[in-house]
C-alpha cells in the first residue's frame, strides 16, 4: 500500500504542476482548466476551487455511464490535486515570468502537457480514487471499448466547448492539448504498467 500511495501522490503532483505550467504559459489552458479559469473570471474564488466545484458535476456523469454510486472518493482525489494546483499556480510559480518570449511561452507549454499526461499516466496505475476526468476517461474506455486515448479527446473536446462558452483561456493550445493529452497518457500507462508492479493490484 505504501508504494501505491507514493505512486498516487507523485502523479498528481506532477500533473497539478503541469496544468500550473499550461496556464501560466498563457497559449491556452487545458480544455477543463480553462472551463475553470472562466469560472474563476466570472465568479471568483481559485482555480482549484472551481476544478473541485465542476468536477463534481463529472462524477455524476461518470456515475450514470456505469450505472454505479456517485464516487465520493474521486472528489477526495480533486481535492488533493487542485491543492497541489493552487500550491504550485498561486505560490511556487507565480513570481516566474513564463510570457518574456515566444520561445519560453512555447518550451513552458511543452513541459507543462508533457507533465500532466505523464502524471495521469503514473497516478491512475496505483488503482486508488482517480480524479473525475480520469474516473470518465476509463468509464468511457470500458462501456464502449473506447481506447484511453479516443475517450480522452471526446473529453478534453467537450471541456474546449464550455471553456470557450465562459471566456476562459481557450487558444491553440488548448486545442493541442485536446488531440494529444490522450496519447501521452496511453504511453506512459502503457510503460507503467510493463516496469512498475503495484502490489495487491490485479492487471
Known amino acids: 500500500m505504501g508504494k501505491r500511495i507514493t505512486v498516487y501522490f507523485v502523479g498528481l503532483i506532477i500533473t497539478a504542476l503541469g496544468i500550473a505550467l499550461v496556464v501560466h504559459s498563457d497559449v491556452g489552458a487545458g480544455p477543463w482548466d480553462a472551463v475553470?479559469?472562466?469560472?474563476?473570471l466570472h465568479f471568483g474564488l481559485t482555480i482549484g476551487m472551481w476544478s473541485i466545484i465542476a468536477q463534481g458535476c463529472v462524477v455524476l456523469i461518470t456515475a450514470i455511464i456505469e450505472r454505479a454510486r456517485f464516487q465520493f472518493e474521486s472528489i477526495l482525489a480533486i481535492m488533493l490535486r487542485s491543492w497541489f494546483l493552487d500550491l504550485w499556480f498561486y505560490v511556487i510559480l507565480n513570481d516566474i515570468n513564463f510570457t518574456s518570449s515566444p520561445v519560453i511561452q512555447w518550451m513552458t507549454f511543452a513541459l507543462g502537457?508533457?507533465?500532466?499526461g505523464l502524471g495521469i499516466g503514473i497516478y491512475v496505475e496505483a488503482k486508488l480514487p482517480?480524479?473525475?476526468?480520469?474516473?470518465?476517461?476509463l468509464a468511457l474506455s470500458n462501456a464502449f471499448g473506447w481506447s484511453l486515448s479516443t475517450a480522452r479527446i471526446l473529453i478534453e473536446l467537450t471541456g474546449v466547448a464550455i471553456g470557450f462558452l465562459l471566456g476562459g483561456p481557450v487558444g491553440i493550445g488548448t486545442v493541442i492539448i485536446a488531440l494529444t493529452l490522450g496519447r501521452i497518457i496511453s504511453v506512459v500507462n502503457r510503460s507503467m504498467k510493463k516496469h512498475i508492479v503495484m502490489p495487491g493490484v490485479s492487471t
Not at 113 to 116: I, P, S, T
Open 36 to 40: 475553470a479559469v472562466g469560472l474563476k
Open 113 to 116: 502537457v508533457f507533465a500532466v
Open 130 to 137: 482517480k480524479t473525475p476526468l480520469d474516473g470518465l476517461m
